[in-house]
């Protein structure tokens, strides 16, 4: 007798016919109910959209709105062999220095003077190349000036297209990362590379430096400068063509069969050196060992 009334209980609380509820609600009440949850989702959704779409109002197609500008924009070298940042090789052994070239082959071809006399400007040099907006009228796309890689001479792979490797003075392509509306540089004066040997640690108290190994340098364009007219950069939308600047470097006569840990930075009056903390803020370090059997 118990089971069955508790089983009478259960059919009356999913559906009693007497006061026609279901699971304990009128169909008004489970109406009001579903009423409320959809006017509060419909709520919520448009409340969404319309944050979304004033959020949407404060951007620009071009470029970031807000953006975390580094005060000391990051450098890094080609031919980039790993993480470890290592370029060793063999004179006498064709294939330990042949990727370190076709790397570079393969980075330097849109720089070819063909593809950039098509797609970018003939500027002049040493001075901003700013296009400016008037109001709210966008001047967009903006227009990149020509970074031809003939500028790089004997690290251009034009006259030599092995890059110095086989010789044993092999090049090194330096790029400064982009960073929007950036001005390098102060009265007129481009910024800079130099490279150099690298102080490091050779025991608690010890440190130690190359200075005797690297040798001769040479740079291209002359000086290492990165011209005044390839600044300011608006950003990957606004200006699509752009041709990062670059700087060569040619080591002439370091020292074979020995690591030569070498420090390129970046000197500009207005871009601060990078802290210890950081390695790539300005400036990158790597080693090279250029191995041969005399």
Not at 83 to 90: A, C, K, N, R, S
Not at 109 to 129: G, H, L, M, R, T
Not at 230 to 237: E, S
Not at 268 to 292: C, H, Q, Y
Request: proline fraction near 5%; hydrophobic fraction near 35%; aromatic fraction near 14%.
């Amino acid at each position: 007798m118990a089971k069955d009334g508790e089983k009478g209980e259960w059919k009356d609380f999913i559906w009693n016919p007497r006061t026609r509820e279901f699971l304990g609600r009128t169909a008004s009440s489970w109406g009001l109910i579903l009423l409320f949850y959809l006017v509060f989702y419909i709520f919520l959704a448009g409340l969404f959209a319309l944050t979304m779409y004033v959020m949407l109002q404060t951007l620009d197609d071009h470029k970031p709105t807000w953006q975390d500008r580094l005060s000391t924009p990051g450098m890094v070298i080609r031919p980039k062999a790993d993480e470890t940042f290592e370029i060793v090789y063999d004179i006498q052994n064709t294939e330990t220095w042949d990727l370190y070239a076709q790397a570079l082959h393969k980075f330097l071809a849109p720089y070819n003077n063909s593809v950039q006399v098509q797609k970018n400007d003939e500027c002049v040099p040493d001075q901003y190349y700013k296009q400016e907006d008037s109001g709210d009228v966008k001047n967009n796309p903006k227009r990149s000036c020509q970074f031809n890689r003939t500028v790089l001479e004997d690290c251009s792979g034009i006259y030599d297209k092995h890059y110095g490797y086989q010789e044993g003075k092999p090049c090194i392509i330096i790029k400064l990362n982009r960073v929007i509306g950036m001005l390098p540089g102060r009265n007129g004066n481009a910024p800079y590379v130099t490279c150099g040997a690298k102080r490091y640690r050779v025991g608690k108290d010890e440190w130690r430096e190359d200075s005797d190994k690297i040798g001769e340098l040479m740079y291209f364009p002359p000086n290492g400068t990165f011209n005044l007219m390839y600044y300011p950069y608006y950003g990957k939308k606004a200006q699509v063509n752009y041709s990062q600047p670059l700087v060569a470097v040619k080591f002439l006569n370091v020292t074979h069969n020995q690591d030569v840990n070498i420090e390129c930075k970046i000197n500009a009056d207005n871009i601060p050196m990078g802290s210890e903390r950081d390695k790539f803020a300005g400036r990158v370090s790597f080693k090279l060992r250029i191995n041969t059997k005399n």
